[in-house]
């Protein structure tokens, strides 16, 4: 028997009324300049200067997941080696993943930026060992590389968090079943880190493919993405309308990407989600 | 092959702290450049202590921080135990769902959204000045409140109802009840979550870009629009100062417990 | 979890007074605050040494009217920025500096309020080529209403002698700015109405045409020279000149002195097949809500002092009569550099001419096309080929583990 108060009954009720005054209410104000003119009259016409965009999306979607495998590829092995130190040594590597997580964004980036740039340090040193000069920022591989440094942390947490959940047990035990250690790692460690896997790859892609700040510094105003169209096009009242359908569909791609990797995620092998006991079926 | 795996990390690691590194090195940089290193001087600290505007945004930070950092725990911490004692399944699921939209959406859609509604309220209200600390605080909140609710509600979840009953047998009203016994186990899941939600608040820059004035700047957008024009190089000492703050608060949260945001965010903990 | 708790309490326990503190001395004085809008570095901001003009009109208000205002002073980076932060209504501001096309925008939109003389007494410091009656400012702003001169300047090409070769034959034209040799270290303006100013005047083509088809020729112009820049972009030009991380940049006159005074490797010149010339006027938005102290802040701006530290600060050109007659200030310019003063002030011996505020229609167009240019992206066959390994390797991924569930279920 619980018995609640009515007081317990409404706590969640000035909640309610905040969720849909802040954020039903603005995503209905998204769909209807989405759906409008510059004067507020329905139309479609938005619609068709979406095509226009096309390109743009498919390089922000591009550079995304380049960023994200890359980042999954250099991650996956870190997370793993780190959770093989001592505790110790893995409460500072903890704290030194976590780190640049915490310093703003844009402090990364710009430092990335300045040390990379034509006449930043990079180059000088490059000239004075006698080198060509690499140029970095302003290309796509600059870009990419932007999201990269940045998001990296993003991809190792959870992925290691998943690591240390991990019992040694099963380890031992599948060396004992006669695993070599590739087996042991493709078909124990792998599986059952899987949910860090999918967590890091949802925190890597969804940042890097809605960025603006980055393409703007390391690709120098001239590579566009998604994130930079819509915030070019939010800096103009009579663009709104078009901003508004290309953060539409940027929302849908992702709440499709997002679903898609869930899915991924859903069994329930992964010790993060269940109590770990049905690791194997 | 101890040795490789350390070589790796090592490696890693180093490329990813080179440009903070360089950063704080080359913010005692006498000659203000970025290319070569001429003298060891704290000039730059020096004017960014004389910098009103950096200082005012730093204030402004935390003040929004602060601010909707605590509003976002009251009201999640209620919508937790609102949830926790809802009947309908259904609704429970809206609810969430709802919540965690902004989570789930890339934040430069939440911002356009949070100010197409501002401008839409502004040029419903008639009014000029709408944008500024209001529409940052709302936007600040609303972002700030699924963590609240992601921290608090396991802790809900986990508590052991006969304990109320008992309390409530022995004479407590619910709301007695509540206060008296359930509050006090729920607490750490409240710290973490008001702890949560205030770093997510000094830290954002994207939503906040879309719904301030210049009548209201933080720290990310003085940077921001720092890194726009000619980058004055007191912006190196101050980020490196941020830097230290971070490594500072770090390593004591993390050597007196263990407290991380994103696994919390967005990982596994449901 | 105690711990923690107790130490974040500790944390919050230290931040939290000294905030307060802080912050309240901050906020709390009582005072009228002056929303400014300037360009980026477009004021004597203090440094070096050299007059705050912000700080010394807030103390010289105190002193002669005994009110305390703030300035709070923002910038922009184009004038179309501006626009559109003034035509969203969502923020007001006291006093904007637009350029002559934009003031006359501005103007037929009104957006701008008509000043009342009687509180800029200093206008007279203005030579009359820059205000007043068959002035070029009556122009753009027809009976001098609106607005009153700030500074003024022309667009000229910046280059890196140690990348741009002395003999380079571009050099001198419009061409430079086109020219393969240079890719990827050639920044353009990161705003429509400049960029597309710039390839208007390389084809001989009107700033202020109203030809459809010029507009989109000047558009492929741009197309044509973006695979060879390294950016679009604005302010920070600065950095990127004077660390010699690109080598060939348009932008305003005034601003290549300032670079000039960190990498004297830089050079400039007017392009010989015309420029812009442009005034940048302070007016006072019709929303403005301290039209007096607005009024009073043009003027203290026009007296001697700040005008002279603003003009010394930004190097641009400036209207006043009182900055050009002084001999301190000529000074300080020749030891800029030996011709900076001719540079900047000779105005007739460069082939110039001004925008003009276009119809709304080709406004929009404008939109349109800059929209083109910007979305305009090449995507190499490198990325598809990148992004077709990766997606076969994640439907194989996907298939193989679906398929391996399915047997599993089976059993």
Redesign the interface.
């Known amino acids: 028997m619980n018995k609640s108060s009515i007081f317990q009954k409404l706590a969640a009720v000035p909640h309610m009324v905040w969720t849909v005054m802040f954020i039903v209410f603005p995503m209905i104000f998204v769909l209807f300049f989405a759906f409008t003119d510059d004067k507020g009259q329905f139309s479609f016409e938005n619609i068709s200067s979406l095509a226009q965009y096309g390109h743009v999306f498919v390089l922000s979607i591009a550079f995304a997941l380049i960023a994200t495998v890359v980042c999954l590829l250099i991650g996956y092995p870190l997370a793993y080696f780190m959770s093989k130190q001592s505790p110790r040594a893995q409460k500072i590597l903890m704290v030194l993943v976590m780190l640049p997580m915490w310093c703003n964004l844009l402090i990364r980036t710009y430092a990335l930026m300045a040390l990379l740039d034509n006449g930043g340090l990079l180059n000088s040193l490059l000239e004075s060992l006698g080198f060509d000069k690499l140029s970095i920022v302003g290309t796509n591989f600059g870009v990419i590389l932007g999201m990269i440094y940045d998001f990296l942390p993003y991809m190792v947490l959870p992925i290691f968090t998943a690591m240390t959940k991990l019992d040694p047990k099963y380890i031992e035990a599948s060396h004992d079943l006669g695993c070599n250690s590739w087996q042991t790692m493709t078909k124990v460690v792998m599986p059952l880190t899987a949910s860090g896997v999918i967590s890091g790859i949802t925190m890597v892609f969804v940042p890097s493919i809605s960025t603006f700040y980055i393409s703007q510094k390391l690709g120098a105003g001239k590579i566009d993405l998604v994130g930079d169209t819509i915030e070019r096009l939010f800096q103009n009242p009579s663009t709104y309308n078009v901003g508004a359908v290309i953060s539409l569909v940027m929302m849908i791609l992702i709440i499709i990407s997002v679903t898609v990797m869930n899915r991924f995620s859903d069994d329930k092998q992964s010790p993060t989600k269940g109590n770990g006991g049905g690791f194997m079926p | 092959m101890k040795f490789l795996q350390r070589s790796y990390i090592f490696l890693i690691f180093l490329l990813l702290y080179v440009p903070i590194l360089v950063l704080i090195v080359f913010s005692f940089n006498e000659a203000g450049s970025l290319a070569e290193f001429s003298g060891f001087s704290t000039v730059w600290y020096e004017e960014l202590f004389n910098d009103d505007e950096a200082l005012t945004s730093l204030c402004n930070s935390l003040l929004l921080a602060v601010s909707s950092s605590v509003i976002a725990t009251i009201i999640g911490t209620f919508a937790s135990l609102g949830l926790h004692r809802m009947r309908s399944k259904w609704l429970k699921g809206a609810i969430n769902t709802v919540t965690n939209i902004p989570m789930m959406n890339p934040d430069i859609v939440t911002g356009v959204s949070m100010m197409l509604l501002f401008v839409a309220l502004a040029g419903f209200l008639g009014s000029q000045n709408l944008f500024g600390f209001g529409t940052m605080l709302i936007a600040h909140v609303t972002f700030n409140l699924p963590y609240v609710i992601l921290s608090v509600l396991p802790r809900f979840k986990q508590l052991d109802t006969s304990m109320s009953e008992a309390a409530q047998d022995l004479g407590c009203t619910p709301s007695q009840a509540f206060f008296k016994v359930e509050l006090p186990e729920i607490v750490p899941g409240i710290v973490s979550g008001l702890m949560l939600s205030f770093t997510m608040s000094l830290d954002d820059f994207v939503i906040s870009h879309f719904v301030s004035s210049p009548d209201f700047q933080t720290l990310p957008l003085y940077v921001y629009n720092q890194t726009a024009h000619n980058v004055k190089f007191s912006m190196y000492a101050l980020s490196a100062l941020i830097v230290v703050v971070i490594l500072v608060i770090l390593l004591i949260v993390n050597f007196a417990g263990s407290f991380n945001r994103k696994t919390i965010a967005k990982g596994g903990a449901k | 979890?105690?711990?923690?708790?107790s130490?974040?309490t500790a944390?919050l326990l230290i931040?939290?007074p000294v905030?307060l503190t802080?912050?309240s001395e901050?906020?709390a004085s009582e005072s009228v605050?002056l929303?400014v809008?300037n360009w980026?570095?477009y004021i004597s901001d203090g440094?070096e040494g050299c007059l705050d003009s912000n700080a010394a009109f807030e103390e010289w208000y105190y002193q002669t009217y005994g009110v305390k205002v703030t300035v709070?002073y923002?910038?922009f980076?184009s004038n179309?920025?501006l626009?559109?932060k003034l035509?969203?209504?969502?923020?007001?501001?006291d006093i904007v500096v637009p350029s002559d096309y934009m003031i006359q925008r501005l103007i037929a939109e009104d957006l701008l309020a008509p000043l009342n003389y009687e509180n800029i007494p200093n206008i007279t410091n203005i030579l009359p080529e820059f205000w007043g009656e068959d002035s070029q400012h009556s122009e753009y702003d027809p009976g001098n209403i609106y607005s009153v001169p700030y500074l003024y300047g022309m667009i000229g090409i910046i280059y890196n002698t140690t990348m741009v070769a002395e003999d380079d034959p571009n050099i001198g034209s419009w061409k430079l700015m086109w020219d393969e040799k240079h890719a990827?270290?050639i920044?353009q303006f990161?705003n429509s109405r400049d960029a597309f100013g710039s390839a208007q005047y390389l084809l001989g083509i009107d700033v202020n045409t109203d030809d459809e088809a010029q507009w989109r020729a000047a558009l492929d112009k741009l197309k044509e020279q973006?695979p060879i820049?390294?950016?679009?972009?604005?302010?920070?030009i600065?950095?990127?000149m004077?660390?010699?991380?690109?080598g060939i940049a348009a932008y305003y006159a005034g601003d290549y002195l300032?670079m000039y005074e960190n990498n004297q490797d830089l050079e400039f010149y007017y392009p010989e097949e015309g420029t812009n010339l442009y005034v940048d006027a302070m007016c006072i938005p019709a929303?403005s809500k301290n039209k007096l102290i607005a009024e009073r802040y043009i003027d203290f701006m026009l007296t001697e002092e700040p005008a002279i530290a603003n003009a010394e600060y930004t190097y641009y050109a400036s209207p006043n009569r009182v900055v050009v007659e002084n001999e301190e200030y000529i000074e300080y310019m020749s030891e800029i550099k030996d011709d900076a003063y001719e540079k900047m002030y000779d105005t007739d011996s460069v082939m110039t001419s001004t925008y003009k505020n276009l119809s709304g229609e080709k406004l929009?167009l404008i939109?349109q096309l800059w929209?083109?240019l910007?979305?305009?992206?090449e995507?190499?066959t490198g990325?598809?080929v990148?992004?077709g390994i990766?997606?076969a390797v994640l439907v194989f991924l996907?298939a193989y583990?679906g398929i391996r569930?399915k047997i599993?279920n089976n059993y």
């Open positions: 979890m105690k711990r923690i708790a130490v974040l944390i931040i939290l905030m802080a912050c901050i906020t605050t929303y809008y980026g570095e440094s709070n923002s910038t980076s179309e920025s626009y559109a035509s969203s209504g969502s923020v007001s501001y990827g270290n920044l990161n973006k820049l390294q950016g679009y972009v604005m302010d920070e600065y950095n990127k004077e660390n010699g991380s690109a300032a929303s929009a939109n929209e083109e910007k979305s305009n992206i995507i190499s990325i598809y990148i992004c990766i997606i996907g583990f569930k599993r």
